[in-house]
């Protein structure tokens, strides 16, 4: 008992999270400037982690009432737009209410933006740009089981409230959301608009945004081998307890 409970004891200090550090995709910072129109994209940050970003379609329901991945029947195209700044540069859907930005205004066309990484993401901001004063933003972790778990919402994100973007300019603005504090962890991710309430404002619905860089915090190598190295010990010692009593 005293070597299991030694061992649980090194499996705590083991598996205590490292501090995570936070990285930046930079969507807009593509080797060939211009617009050009693809399936997905997939940029690496600085220390190797990925993300890729595509586009999902849906129709007939209000982005409010999205539960699960599956309602989201369609793909689309994304189109890389300006690379040579961020100020213009970013990831729009191709065809959409406004041109090359998320947009769910129409019934019969409403888009979001799939992220999923190659590690467990907290985002703790985005950059955006076309942004309007009437912009909005909506955030879900995806589950295992494709169901979607509102990760919060930043209300209109152009305009002077709380949930304004830092240093934004409204008409084709840009600028940094930042999440404090930081989303909750998910590897998979779904970025649309928000409608309803005091979004409803000059007929303009769900009004989107152009997807230019993502900061989040991911696990660092270390936490992993940590906590890999822990849960191996635990079992080990358990085999040989196991192993202990049946010879007894």
């Not at 404090?180 to 928000?194: G, I, S």
Request: hydrophobic share 40%; glycine share 12%.
């Amino acid at each position: 008992m005293t070597k299991f409970l030694s061992a649980a004891c090194l499996v705590t200090v083991f598996a205590m999270p490292a501090q995570a550090s936070v990285v930046e995709f930079k969507l807009w910072d593509w080797p060939a400037a211009g617009n050009t129109n693809v399936a997905s994209v997939t940029k690496a940050a600085a220390t190797g982690e990925r993300v890729t970003v595509s586009a999902r379609l849906w129709s007939n329901i209000q982005p409010d009432q999205l539960t699960h991945l599956s309602q989201l029947t369609g793909t689309g195209t994304i189109r890389l737009t300006d690379g040579t700044s961020a100020l213009n540069g970013g990831l729009g859907v191709t065809g959409g209410g406004s041109t090359e930005q998320v947009d769910t205004n129409t019934v019969t066309r409403r888009e979001a933006f799939l992220v999923e990484g190659s590690t467990t993401l907290r985002l703790t901001a985005l950059r955006l740009n076309m942004i309007d004063a009437n912009d909005t933003l909506r955030v879900y972790g995806i589950e295992s089981n494709g169901a979607l778990t509102s990760l919060g919402f930043a209300g209109t994100i152009g305009g002077t409230g709380g949930n304004a973007l830092q240093g934004a300019t409204w008409n084709a603005g840009t600028g940094t959301l930042t999440f404090v504090p930081r989303l909750a962890p998910f590897r998979r991710l779904l970025l649309t608009t928000r409608e309803g309430g005091e979004e409803r404002t000059n007929n303009m619905l769900g009004q989107g945004y152009r997807l230019a860089a993502i900061s989040a915090a991911v696990p660092e190598p270390a936490t992993w081998a940590m906590m890999l190295g822990g849960f191996g010990l635990i079992g080990a010692v358990s085999r040989r307890r196991r192993t202990a009593v049946v010879h007894a």
